[in-house]
């Protein structure tokens, strides 16, 4: 388990990180100063450090430089709320793997630390052998989204899609983005945001699923020093750092009742006031929201406010499934293996004949998050110029097995059903019992829970299926 310190001074902020990165399998240690953090860099054996730039006792140049005495083998990110082009240089030519303005988004500083542990060692010797020969090389500082490329695609449900984001850019609409999980809603937001009037000033995006109830109104709004314990300095909010561009909200669905009603209020009158202040603030910002949940359900039972529904919901667009854009298909893996090429150091060229037709008939419910990680596994997999079923994951194999579940009273009621089921056993044969708890519920639920039929469809006697149900605990 990789060993993660986050250096913050503002304690919710850098407890809210915590929770975050530990539920993403790291060991995770906090420092409210320098001087805390000292003491953890020499106590412990760290992977990585994510630091602010600015402590009360330190900043984040004499912090880096400490942190490459105790061991240059540590990657350090740095944070900051101050956008310092100057400081972004120094920091990158004295051997930081990164530099990060807030507010931090999750899915942008989760790729960066994956990055740093797996290409930091690389990456830091061409930094600093850069700074020993002067060079005065620069990176950009990034911006709270750096997201991948909007890929428009040729299907019917691509070109809607696109027709649908043309048509509401320009305009200063709210947009309501529904769709599964996976489905690219972000790189749909960023999209309008960058065809819009606002595409030079900043977007920020919100995981509104990650923000505890108690911090909400800190994190949207901001707060001033002392308003309450942990405080210990000035917050701008997300709404406040979004000011003249756009604002995104993910997973929008996932905010509490009370936070609905501070949001609305916020979206009306355009003011926000951070927390202990007794001054409003005026925010000109586009509000691009997410959802995965059925959102009109949710009001209907109570959950979510019908005026905030309305008011972001002006405009609605349906991010499509990637199993609905057709030979689509290809085009997103091919940017994909390019992608996963660049960060892995290798040379795929493609896809072969077999896996192109895996890929096409396959239904991919993680839709195009599932594809991303599958081919990363598959790049980094193979051993060929090309993408071979061998390096694929069990599960896309077991979906054709279910798909003949469907469709098994037509089959056990045809005089080849023997021969279909065999078939089918020979399929079953391929998977580990890490997926025989899900086939069996499948098989069970298509044969309306008749016991004989499920284990006709499932290739098995019914004492066999007895005593996989007595061992998976499944009651009918």
């Not at 999209?191 to 030079?200: F, G």
């Not at 992608?339 to 072969?352: D, H, M, T, W």
Request: charged fraction near 25%.
């Amino acid at each position: 388990m990789k060993k993660i310190l986050i250096i913050e001074d503002d304690v919710s902020f850098c407890l809210m990180m915590k929770t975050f990165l530990t539920k993403k399998g790291f060991e995770v240690f906090n420092a409210f100063s320098f001087k805390e953090a000292t003491t953890i860099l020499n106590d412990q054996q760290l992977d990585l450090v994510l630091t602010d730039v600015r402590l009360p006792d330190s900043d984040g140049i004499e912090i880096l430089k400490y942190i490459k005495d105790v061991n240059p083998a540590i990657q350090v990110i740095l944070m900051t709320g101050y956008t310092d082009i100057k400081t972004a240089v120094n920091v990158m030519k004295i051997g930081a793997f990164d530099y990060v303005s807030k507010p931090i988004n999750s899915d942008e500083i989760l790729h960066t630390i994956h990055k740093a542990l797996t290409e930091g060692g690389k990456t830091s010797t061409v930094v600093n052998a850069s700074a020993e020969s002067d060079k005065k090389e620069t990176r950009p500082v990034k911006n709270s989204y750096t997201g991948s490329h909007f890929i428009k695609g040729k299907s019917t449900k691509s070109k809607e899609l696109y027709d649908f984001i043309n048509v509401v850019a320009p305009t200063n609409i709210s947009v309501l983005i529904i769709g599964d999980s996976g489905t690219g809603k972000e790189n749909i937001a960023y999209s309008i945001h960058k065809l819009s009037k606002r595409e030079n000033m900043p977007y920020v995006a919100v995981d509104c699923g990650a923000i505890p109830k108690d911090l909400a109104a800190s994190e949207f709004f901001g707060h001033v020093k002392g308003s309450f314990t942990g405080a210990v300095t000035d917050k701008i909010g997300h709404f406040e750092a979004a000011n003249g561009g756009t604002i995104f909200l993910d997973e929008v669905g996932n905010l509490t009742y009370d936070v609905q009603v501070q949001l609305l209020r916020a979206l009306q009158e355009r003011k926000v006031k951070p927390v202990g202040s007794s001054k409003e603030v005026d925010v000109d910002i586009r509000i691009i929201a997410a959802t995965n949940e059925d959102l009109q359900k949710a009001v209907r039972e109570g959950d979510f406010r019908e005026d905030l529904y309305h008011r972001l919901n002006e405009f609605s667009i349906q991010a499509p499934r990637l199993s609905e854009r057709g030979k689509d298909v290809l085009e997103f893996a091919e940017f994909f293996i390019a992608q996963s090429n660049a960060e892995l150091e290798r040379n795929v060229e493609g896809l072969s004949d077999e896996v192109t037709e895996v890929f096409l008939s396959y239904e991919w419910p993680g839709n195009l998050r599932e594809m991303r990680n599958i081919i990363k596994r598959a790049v980094l997999l193979s051993s060929s110029n090309l993408i071979e079923k061998n390096v694929l994951p069990a599960e896309m194999f077991q979906q054709n097995v279910l798909k003949n579940i469907e469709v098994h009273d037509h089959v056990m009621a045809s005089p080849d059903s023997f021969a279909a089921t065999s078939m089918q056993r020979e399929d079953l044969k391929l998977y580990s019992s890490t997926n025989e708890e899900q086939l069996i519920r499948v098989a069970l639920e298509k044969a309306k829970y008749n016991k004989t039929k499920a284990a006709h469809i499932l290739g098995i006697d019914r004492k066999t299926l007895y005593n996989k149900l007595k061992l998976y605990d499944i009651e009918l």
